[in-house]
């Protein structure tokens, strides 16, 4: 005699609905909470003490001497969450954003602190400087 053991649980379970999630249809299955997704730049909390960029075990960060801050590209982040524990001021943190697809890997979505952020940052610089000076002479 032919013996299917699985023969009774098929049966039982084409009866019930499929347990699939059906994405992009529905919502993503929800993440845990501590998920390491995203990484977030707080540039204002930033005091450029490169702790992140010696830890950083993929090179994502390259440091900014002139404005002593950092400049993060995501496409190469392994999500270790090594600079966020190392940073001193709390300027890097992991958000749950894991939907980071894209077709350029310069995707702008990918990067923190972009040139133009940091020219606009300069002039900022540079007209605190002024002002400082205008005050001093005053
Ligand atoms: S999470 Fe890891 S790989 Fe990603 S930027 Fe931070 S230290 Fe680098
Ligand atoms: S560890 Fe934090 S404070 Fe230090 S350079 Fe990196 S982001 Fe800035």
Same mark, same amino acid.
């Given at each position: 005699m032919i013996k299917l053991p699985l023969l009774s649980t098929v049966l039982k379970n084409i009866a019930k609905r499929p347990a699939t999630n059906l994405f992009p249809k529905t919502d993503p299955v929800p993440v845990p909470e501590d998920f390491r997704g995203k990484i977030i730049y707080h540039v204002d909390k930033c005091? +450029? %003490?490169r702790m992140c960029v010696m830890v950083c075990?993929? +090179?994502v960060f390259i440091y900014l001497p002139e404005v002593r801050k950092v400049t993060l590209? $995501? +496409?190469?982040?392994?999500? %270790? @969450?090594q600079c966020v524990d190392v940073c001193p001021t709390r300027a890097l943190e992991m958000s /749950?954003? =894991? &939907? $980071?697809?894209?077709? /350029? @890997?310069?995707? @702008? @979505? &990918?990067?923190? =602190?972009t040139e133009e952020e940091i020219e606009e940052y300069k002039r900022k610089l540079e007209e605190q400087k002024k002002a400082k000076e205008v005050a001093k002479k005053s």
């Open positions: 005091v +450029g %003490c075990p993929a +090179g590209w $995501l +496409g190469r982040c392994v999500f %270790c @969450k /749950d954003e =894991f &939907l $980071l697809a894209t077709y /350029d @890997k310069y995707d @702008k @979505k &990918l990067r923190w =602190f």
